[in-house]
Structures are given as structure tokens and as C-alpha cells.
């Protein structure tokens, strides 16, 4: 099989490696067996494996996706593989990128949990089957891989947007019931670089490897802010 | 302002499918300047109508811009917002002009 590697920085170019085939065989696999056995130093991320650490993430024939979850078989065309670091963050070599942007943006978006309890206080008791908890649910269950924020239109064309996933987060927490920084936080999530530069496109929402929603998140935000201003609150 | 697009598309999309089927209805059979004018002119109800819908594309069109001039013309800024505010008083302006014409 003909794979074509990125190397480099934000320069660079790909280079290209033949790796045999195997069954089972993941696109995890490829990039490992090529630093292993034909050039060691090729750099690129990973730590569990299993899909469970998010930090595999690279863009395989041009969709960002988790490496280690993706088999060959799925995704080789006519037994041709291109393998790039994820697209809209800064490129530090070859497959490895620079999070931070990403993780900053998590920052901006207030994605910190804000209760008003003490560690003296007991428990907010949150009855799973009610509505607030089912929206948390949705969209909790984000490991931060970035998957989402390099398949975002919007964030290639407007590099100050949020992104994704720092606005699932805002949105996980705007709907928390214990939550006490709403509106500050709705505040923060609003305007040209927040929810409502989104265009709905729904690109997130096809590559989340966890099967997220952003793109509802980031609807129910920009409601959430729409009633906020309605009310007078924001 | 996120409200007011949102506000002028659901105003837009009525005015537009009105518009479209009033032109429908009123080709019929062919259609001259003058009996167009012979039947707007000084009617009050479709002056109000269109007054809305000129409205409705005023704001509309210049938030649209907007987005569009940030995310392909990397243009950000006062330049951009000025620029935008005076196309929303041409469009109003030219719009008007067409229903004063039309409708008065």
C-alpha cells in the first residue's frame, strides 16, 4: 500500500512510504509500523490505543479522524492512504500539532464548572430522567480531540471562532442545573467569534468519533442567548 | 443582531412567497406597465406590504454581508461596518424609491 506522509511544519510536504497490508489493520497501525520500520523519526501523537485518549487525531485522505479507531480497509482508496496533521491548528512537525489554541478556546467559552456550593455542602441531587440532566448527557461525553475543530468550515475562515467543541462544553454547562456563572458565560459564548458565527453545517456533527452533537449544542446556545437578551439579562 | 437575521428571514420568507405567487397570478394573460400601475397605484394595503419587505431586506442583507466579507474577504472592522451601513441606506433608499413609484 502507497501512503503519503506529511512532514514538516506549517511547510513541508508528503513523502512516501510502502507499508504492507495486514487484516484488522488501523490507520494507527500504518503510521507505527512506518516510524518503527522505515524512518524513525517521524513524529506523531497517540497514548491509549483504544480511543479513549483522543490524541491520535489526524486527517486521513482529508477527514479528520481518530487513527487508532480507523481500519484501513474503511478508508484506503485504490490501496492509497495520505495521512496530514489535523487541519486549522498550528503544525509543530510532521503529524503532531499544537493544541493549545484548542484548549484556550475552552478557556474563552468559560468551560469551567461554576457551582455555588462549599466542599462543606452535600451533593446537588440531579434526577437523571429530567430534561436539563438528558441535554448534559449528550453532549458530556467529549474527550477534547480536536476531530470536531479541524472538520469546522467556520473555524478555517474565522480563526477567533470558538469552535465545536468549546461551545458543546459552554452549552454542557449552560444546561447544567448547578450551574452559576450562566449568563456571564452566555456572554462569553456570543458574538462574532461564538456561537453564532456557526453556520450549521454539521461537519462537527458528522466527524465526532463519540457521536456528539455540536451543532445542537451550539443551536441551543444561541437560543439560550437569544431568550437572555428578550429577557433583558444579557 | 443575530435576532434581527433571524427576524427578517421568517418576514422574508412570507414576503417572498407572496410576491412570487402574486406574479404568478398577475402574468396571466400577459402583462403591460401600464395596467400594473393602473392597479397599485394608491393602494394602500400593498404599499404597505412592499414597505415591510424593502424593510426586511434592508436589515437582512447588509448581516448577511457581513459574515460573507469577514469569512471570504477577511475584511473585519469599522471600514466593513460603515461600508455595510451605507449599502443597507442604499437598499432602502432604492427600495422605497421602487414602491413610492409603484404604490403612491
Given at each position: 500500500?502507497?501512503?503519503?506522509?506529511?512532514?514538516?511544519?506549517?511547510?513541508?510536504?508528503?513523502?512516501?512510504?510502502?507499508?504492507?497490508?495486514?487484516?484488522?489493520?488501523?490507520?494507527?497501525?500504518?503510521?507505527?509500523?512506518?516510524?518503527?520500520?522505515?524512518?524513525?523519526?517521524?513524529?506523531?501523537?497517540?497514548?491509549?490505543?483504544?480511543?479513549?485518549?483522543?490524541?491520535?487525531?489526524?486527517?486521513?485522505?482529508?477527514?479528520?479522524?481518530?487513527?487508532?479507531?480507523?481500519?484501513?480497509?474503511?478508508?484506503?482508496?485504490?490501496?492509497?492512504?495520505?495521512?496530514?496533521?489535523?487541519?486549522?491548528?498550528?503544525?509543530?512537525?510532521?503529524?503532531?500539532?499544537?493544541?493549545?489554541?484548542?484548549?484556550d478556546k475552552w478557556?474563552?467559552?468559560?468551560?469551567?464548572?461554576?457551582?455555588?456550593?462549599?466542599?462543606?455542602?452535600?451533593?446537588?441531587?440531579?434526577?437523571?430522567?429530567?430534561?436539563?440532566?438528558?441535554?448534559?448527557?449528550?453532549?458530556?461525553?467529549?474527550?477534547?480531540?480536536?476531530?470536531?475543530?479541524?472538520?469546522?468550515?467556520?473555524?478555517?475562515?474565522?480563526?477567533?471562532?470558538?469552535?465545536?467543541?468549546?461551545?458543546?462544553?459552554?452549552?454542557?454547562?449552560?444546561?447544567?442545573?448547578?450551574?452559576?456563572?450562566?449568563?456571564?458565560?452566555?456572554?462569553?459564548?456570543?458574538?462574532?467569534?461564538?456561537?453564532?458565527?456557526?453556520?450549521?453545517?454539521?461537519?462537527?456533527?458528522?466527524?465526532?468519533?463519540?457521536?456528539?452533537?455540536?451543532?445542537?449544542?451550539?443551536?441551543?446556545?444561541?437560543?439560550?442567548?437569544?431568550?437572555?437578551?428578550?429577557?433583558?439579562?444579557? | 443582531?443575530?435576532?434581527?437575521?433571524?427576524?427578517?428571514?421568517?418576514?422574508?420568507?412570507?414576503?417572498?412567497?407572496?410576491?412570487?405567487?402574486?406574479?404568478?397570478?398577475?402574468?396571466?394573460?400577459?402583462?403591460?406597465?401600464?395596467?400594473?400601475?393602473?392597479?397599485?397605484?394608491?393602494?394602500?394595503?400593498?404599499?404597505?406590504?412592499?414597505?415591510?419587505?424593502v424593510l426586511a431586506?434592508?436589515?437582512?442583507?447588509?448581516?448577511?454581508?457581513?459574515?460573507?466579507?469577514?469569512?471570504?474577504?477577511?475584511?473585519?472592522?469599522?471600514?466593513?461596518?460603515?461600508?455595510?451601513?451605507?449599502?443597507?441606506?442604499?437598499?432602502?433608499?432604492?427600495?422605497?424609491?421602487?414602491?413610492?413609484?409603484?404604490?403612491?
Amino acid at each position: 500500500m502507497k501512503v503519503s506522509v506529511w512532514r514538516g511544519g506549517a511547510q513541508g510536504e508528503f513523502q512516501s512510504f510502502d507499508v504492507p497490508r495486514h487484516p484488522s489493520q488501523t490507520v494507527l497501525d500504518v503510521v507505527t509500523y512506518i516510524q518503527r520500520a522505515l524512518d524513525p523519526t517521524l513524529a506523531y501523537r497517540f497514548a491509549c490505543r483504544v480511543g479513549m485518549c483522543g490524541s491520535c487525531a489526524m486527517m486521513v485522505n482529508g477527514v479528520p479522524r481518530w487513527t487508532c479507531r480507523t481500519h484501513v480497509d474503511k478508508v484506503a482508496r485504490d490501496e492509497k492512504l495520505e495521512i496530514s496533521p489535523l487541519r486549522n491548528l498550528p503544525v509543530i512537525r510532521d503529524l503532531v500539532v499544537d493544541m493549545r489554541e484548542f484548549f484556550d478556546k475552552w478557556a474563552r467559552a468559560k468551560g469551567e464548572f461554576r457551582g455555588r456550593g462549599t466542599r462543606q455542602d452535600d451533593f446537588e441531587r440531579v434526577p437523571p430522567e429530567s430534561p436539563s440532566r438528558k441535554l448534559v448527557d449528550a453532549g458530556i461525553e467529549c474527550i477534547g480531540c480536536g476531530v470536531c475543530y479541524a472538520a469546522c468550515d467556520v473555524v478555517k475562515w474565522n480563526p477567533d471562532y470558538l469552535g465545536p467543541a468549546a461551545l458543546n462544553r459552554a452549552w454542557t454547562l449552560v444546561t447544567d442545573v448547578r450551574d452559576r456563572a450562566r449568563l456571564e458565560r452566555l456572554r462569553a459564548v456570543s458574538g462574532d467569534a461564538g456561537c453564532h458565527a456557526c453556520h450549521s453545517h454539521v461537519s462537527c456533527t458528522e466527524r465526532c468519533p463519540k457521536h456528539l452533537s455540536p451543532t445542537a449544542g451550539i443551536a441551543g446556545l444561541k437560543r439560550a442567548v437569544a431568550k437572555a437578551v428578550l429577557q433583558g439579562d444579557l | 443582531m443575530w435576532i434581527v437575521q433571524r427576524a427578517s428571514a421568517a418576514v422574508l420568507a412570507v414576503c417572498v412567497v407572496v410576491h412570487l405567487f402574486t406574479i404568478i397570478y398577475a402574468v396571466r394573460g400577459g402583462l403591460t406597465a401600464a395596467e400594473i400601475l393602473e392597479r397599485t397605484r394608491g393602494n394602500a394595503a400593498w404599499f404597505a406590504f412592499y414597505s415591510v419587505f424593502v424593510l426586511a431586506v434592508t436589515l437582512h442583507v447588509p448581516i448577511g454581508l457581513r459574515s460573507i466579507c469577514a469569512e471570504w474577504l477577511r475584511w473585519h472592522g469599522r471600514s466593513r461596518d460603515f461600508a455595510l451601513l451605507l449599502f443597507a441606506g442604499f437598499l432602502g433608499w432604492a427600495g422605497m424609491r421602487a414602491v413610492v413609484g409603484v404604490f403612491a
